[in-house]
């Protein structure tokens, strides 16, 4: 018992370690965060988007040469995407007074739009946060392998291993995972805010150079034309990546909650909209160019500082950070939306469970295991996880600007003072529907072109998949809710009676060997009101003859049957045998009672047949079959009055020349 005690501690133990002691239901308010934090856990996805953005931009102009008026287009593009991140963000603000309990482009669109395009917007965001993951960890581990080279052929385990630390950091809760993220977050922001104060300091001054020693990126095939803009405006793009995070979140904040999460979400894009444009002017200043081999982040950094200088480190080591805690705002809202899902039926009711520390641990766990399949098949390159990326996000966007346009309109259609409550939130008149509404139509607009360019830009370098893939997604969905529709509709008590008629029972013990187990599971049958035998599986024939004997010497009463198992199965002959019964005496009950042997460890009940979990699942789809196992604990050094009565009997048998080997 003392053993058995000490590994239970033992475990305990290293479950608090590493996820912290458990939460009671009750804490569940209190673990909210504040606005600084909220910044932290939802603003570092689309604040790391700029480490890349800019990178982007350049790799899509390079394709009609690098000369020094195809990348200057950048700064007009940058210009573009910053109108249409502030056209985003004030709809997504809108969005957020409209729905305060969160939920994002899924709530808004399973209510203004239907539950087709709900699951749609869903299935987009889902797999948008599962590539905010495996980009961002793959972006933060191609920043470090750019400062230290020789770690570039370790990059895969790398970037599984920071998704592993994260997700047991995520399991420690939100409130807490928002704390210890901030330190990286926030020196990101001091850092890069520091270089690009720097370098236009040094560029007023006539004193920033241009970049030296670039491995350029050689793919001049392509005229500079609309088609070609177009396509690195989609490409940076990918700046808005993480817009939408805050309005699904909204639950997590403090009240007053949709206040807070709108100054989170202004605070945020204002630093998004600095960084970004920031970055994209001196970048184009210093001349940086597209390269498979270093960031524009680490070119902008070592021609500002210095190569190997502290502050060039700093500034690799703040936007490593960033990136690889990007993936926490996915952290925060895959679960929530996935328990959202889960709640309506279009996924596994497993996501709507909390864990110990309150957080939807299966919700995290199922996030982590994708983005490290995702990071393993792509090899954790970026450039090749950057064409599934910006789809799913984009038609998010477009989605939920699409749904607030026709919620108002719906409410431009109430008078003054009325009211009329909506499946999600109550509508209230408000005299600027109109203005509201165009900005949430331009913003689909925009968005949505976004998306179309992007699809057909980036078709076949990987963008088919993700094309493919949430069709995929929201055909399982509906597949899933038309189970747990069809199995309530199995359930209900409404409109039919329910069978009462007492049935015959007939009791049926499986005997594998006549041992202390053996006769505690005739003991328990003795206990029940109904009449009882025992079978034995043949599937080792030699046996019969020694299990007959034990089984008239030992227990002395009741019937032993043998069932012939000539080709060694277990679970088939069973089934026969049942069926058997049943045809024998119709609408009766068959009840079987196994036991198995139930081990102190993991690895020790490994050791073991395990046939209990194999017959409940072949006799769970029988009709009127019960099923109740019956575990024998065997304790190591346990000294029990039940070991005690193993050990007198294998003495028995010892003497009595029947002990098998």
Partial sequence: MASLDAQQKAHFSLSRWLIGKPLETTALPHQVITRPIGLAVFASDALSSTAYAT???????????????????????????????????????????AYPNGGGAYIVARD?????????????????????????????????????????PYKVYMAIGVIV?????????????????????????????LTLGVGFVRYLLGDLPTVVDVEVVHNSTQALGLFLVLRAF?????????????????????????????????????????????????AHQIHAMPSETETVISQLGRTIYGQGSIFYMMTLAGTA???????????????????????????????????????????????????????????????????????????????S????????????????????????????????WRLKSFISGFGALCTGVVMIVFAVTKFTTGAWFVIVLIPT???????????????????????????????????????????????????????????????????????VDSIREKWEKRVGEGELVIVPSPYR??????????????EQTPGSYVHIIMGHLAMDTFWEQALHQNSAVMFNLALGRMERVGVTSVPYQIHRNHKSEHAVEAAEAVLDELEADTVEV
């Fill in 112 to 152: 203004n739009l239907g539950e087709l395009p709900a699951q749609i917007a869903g299935a987009a965001l889902l797999t948008d946060y599962i590539l905010t993951v495996a980009v961002s960890v793959s972006s933060g581990v191609a920043q470090i392998t750019s400062g230290f080279p020789e770690l570039f």
């Fill in 321 to 399: 950070l960033i990136l690889l805690m990007a993936a926490n705002t996915s952290y925060a809202d895959f679960p929530r939306l996935a328990a959202l899902h889960a709640g309506d039926g279009f996924l596994p009711r497993q996501l709507t469970y909390r864990g110990s520390r309150l957080v939807f641990s299966w919700g995290i766990l199922g996030l982590a295991s994708c983005a490290s399949l995702l990071v393993l098949v792509a090899q954790a390159s970026t450039t090749r996880l950057i064409p599934l990326y910006a789809i799913g996000v984009f038609l998010s966007f477009t989605m």
């Fill in 401 to 432: 600007q699409t749904g607030m346009v026709v919620r108002l309109r719906k409410i431009g259609k109430l008078k003054p003072g009325e009211e009329v409550q909506g499946r999600e939130t109550v509508m209230r008149y408000d005299p600027h």
């Fill in 473 to 543: 997604l929201v055909f399982v969905f509906f597949r899933i809710h038309y189970h747990y529709r069809d199995v309530a509709r199995s359930l209900s008590l409404e409109g039919k009676p329910v069978e009462v008629e007492k049935r015959p029972v007939q009791t049926i013990i499986l005997v594998d060997d006549v041992h202390a187990e053996t006769v505690r599971l005739v003991d328990f049958a003795k206990s029940l009101d109904h009449p009882w035998h025992a079978i034995h599986i043949a599937v080792n024939p030699d046996k």
């Fill in 234 to 282: 989609s490409s940076g793009c990918a700046a808005l990546t993480g817009i939408e995070a805050i309005s699904n979140g909204i639950t997590a904040f403090k009240e007053p909650r949709s206040h807070n999460a709108a100054v989170t979400l202004v605070w945020m894009s204002a630093l998004l909209i600095s960084l970004f444009l920031g970055i994209t002017l001196i």
């Fill in 165 to 193: 630390l994260m997700t047991i950091v995520n399991l420690r809760g939100v409130k807490e995972s928002g704390r210890i993220f901030a330190v990286p977050t926030y020196f990101f922001l001091g850092t890069m805010f």
């Fill in 55 to 97: 990178e982007e931009i350049l790799i899509i102009l390079a394709l009609a040469g690098t000369g020094a008026a195809t990348l200057g287009l950048s700064i007009p593009i940058a210009f573009a995407i910053a109108a249409l991140l502030i056209i985003v963000t004030i709809s997504y603000r809108q969005t957020i007074y």
């Fill in 569 to 582: 199965l277990l679970a088939e002959p069973l089934r026969q045998y049942i069926e058997d019964l049943q």
